[in-house]
């Protein structure tokens, strides 16, 4: 009998980590096919897809609004999927607004609901617990403070440990000869990376003045400034904005944060990257303003980066709205650039937060769950 899952990832790092999990699921079961939504990793890995990420990449509550029409549509379809399939095992990928919506749904079909890579339900000061506890049949976390988090509330939580480690200690890099040689960039000038996001909109919002930054920072530094464009973006996106002063390079984004010297990013699971490249960088944010006040009312945390909330304090310079301006990141990347010793206290402090995300083999230990939940083991 064929183990039909439907899986759900509606970005760019969930499908990089969705299709890890898919690989070593189909180690353990060779028969499964896997329906839903992903990106380019996840139909590689074998996703009978309904829909791209890229059809699904709305950022804040206003593109979210304007966007319901389609949004009821795809959650209707897969609704009918798991129906004509007879699917009863859902895995959701982060994307919480869509995700647990669908749950709530889908539930009622009977379904085992496997969750992988927790809502970030404890920065909403946790009010989406007791939809979690209802829907969720097993929730799989990469943080350790996430499964303490969901264990005092009596939801059935795994810390894994986080799939970024297995990524980055499996990839094939270029060596920095070769890196500079093959897209033009000058070896006798450090690079200033400039991580903008993988959402049109994002990059909209936070590129102009990072930019503008950017070409004062290098001139004052004798630097070189790159910005990086991820692998699910259309380099065209970039066409609107001037890139005179700058490289552009696409999908080579953990060379840039091996070879970079400093890194101008914005807030998400970049910032936990670069963490573990021990990078030097600040943060950045920029959203809707609608979208931006009523996160700020909702959310309950101090900080918004990720590398942050993992060591339990700010160790980078965060940067969100209207501060992304010229003065203030000139001001505080120079202020890292200008002090060697700065910079290496920021290297230790990353260096200890690596230490906290557990060890290498997440995404194979996520699947061995996942198959004994599905199986009754």
């Not at 969930?14 to 139909?43: K, V």
């Not at 539930?107 to 000061?125: E, R, T």
């Not at 609608?290 to 940067?319: H, W």
Request: charged fraction near 25%.
């Amino acid at each position: 009998m064929v183990n039909k899952i439907l899986i759900i990832a509606g970005e760019a790092s969930g499908d990089l980590h969705a299709s890890a999990l898919m690989q070593e699921y189909l180690n353990l079961d060779s028969t499964a096919r896997f329906y839903g939504i992903g990106g380019d990793n996840m139909i590689k890995a074998g996703l009978m897809h309904s829909y791209h990420i890229n059809d699904m990449a709305f950022l804040g509550f206003v593109e979210i609004i304007k966007h319901l029409p389609f949004i009821r549509k795809v959650r209707k379809l897969l609704i009918e999927l798991v129906k004509k399939e007879g699917i009863k095992n859902v895995i959701l990928v982060d994307y919480p607004g869509f995700n647990l919506n669908f749950a709530k749904a889908v539930k009622k079909l009977d379904v085992n609901i496997i969750y992988y890579i927790s809502p970030q339900i404890w920065a909403w000061g946790g009010k989406r617990i007791e939809k979690i506890k209802s829907l969720v049949n097993l929730m799989l976390v990469l943080f350790p403070f996430e499964e303490d988090f969901y264990l005092r509330n009596n939801v059935n939580a795994v810390f894994i440990g986080h799939p970024l480690l297995d990524r980055i200690n499996n990839y094939n890099f270029i060596d920095k000869e070769t890196f500079y040689k093959n897209f033009n960039l000058d070896i006798n000038k450090n690079i200033l990376l400039v991580l903008p996001g993988s959402r049109h909109q994002e990059i909209e919002k936070i590129l102009p003045e990072t930019l503008k930054a950017a070409k004062l920072i290098c001139k004052k530094h004798n630097m070189q400034t790159v910005v990086a464009c991820s692998s699910n973006i259309n380099e065209n996106v970039f066409s609107d904005f001037n890139l005179e002063d700058a490289k552009l390079i696409k999908g080579f984004t953990y060379e840039l944060f091996k070879y970079s010297s400093f890194g101008i990013i914005k807030s998400g699971t970049s910032t936990l990257e670069a963490a573990l490249f021990e990078l030097p960088f600040i943060v950045v944010y920029k959203t809707n303003i609608i979208t931006y006040y009523l996160g700020k009312a909702l959310i309950k945390i101090d900080s918004i980066a990720l590398a942050n909330i993992v060591a339990g304090k700010k160790i980078v310079k965060e940067l969100i709205q209207n501060d992304v301006n010229v003065n203030n990141l000139t001001e505080a990347v120079s202020k890292y650039l200008d002090d060697i010793k700065l910079q290496e206290e920021i290297k230790k402090e990353l260096k200890v937060l690596r230490n906290k995300l557990g060890s290498t083999g997440a995404s194979k230990k996520a699947a061995q769950l996942i198959f004994n939940t599905i199986n009754g083991n």
